[in-house]
């Protein structure tokens, strides 16, 4: 089973910063899964927003393209969501993600299967 714990929000102005961390833990039933996140706010559908592979080639959706960036540090089992440039539409409960290579691309009707994630507001 696998197990992933977000760090790293909180509470920023329009136009500010934030960086993201998940760790990973647990045992895959497949080999280099790709990693990814994702966002989800109350009523509304879990929202996929970028995944990295672990050869390190990246993929986003347009909606945080050229403002979020994802990264990795593989031997430590930790993936990384760089955001700037937030926008109060930004503000939403983030989820680290993971699936068998190349299946992160999809919204889902919950992030909850992904576990707890962790809150990012902002402000006008």
């Known amino acids: 089973q696998v197990q992933l714990v977000e760090s790293g929000g909180g509470s920023v102005q329009a136009g500010g910063s934030l960086r993201l961390s998940c760790t990973v833990s647990g045992r895959f039933d497949y080999d280099d899964p790709d990693l990814g996140w994702y966002r989800q706010n109350p009523g509304t559908e879990c929202e996929f927003l970028t995944r990295i592979s672990s050869d390190g080639d990246t993929y986003y959706a347009d909606a945080v393209k050229g403002r979020f960036t994802i990264s990795q540090d593989r031997t430590k089992n930790t993936v990384f969501l760089q955001m700037n440039d937030l926008k109060p539409e930004d503000s939403s409960v983030y989820y680290c993600?993971?699936?068998?290579?190349?299946?992160?691309?999809?919204?889902?009707?919950?992030?909850?299967?992904w576990g707890q994630g962790t809150q990012v507001t902002v402000s006008s």
């Open positions: 993600a993971y699936d068998k290579p190349g299946l992160l691309y999809s919204d889902y009707a919950s992030c909850h299967y």
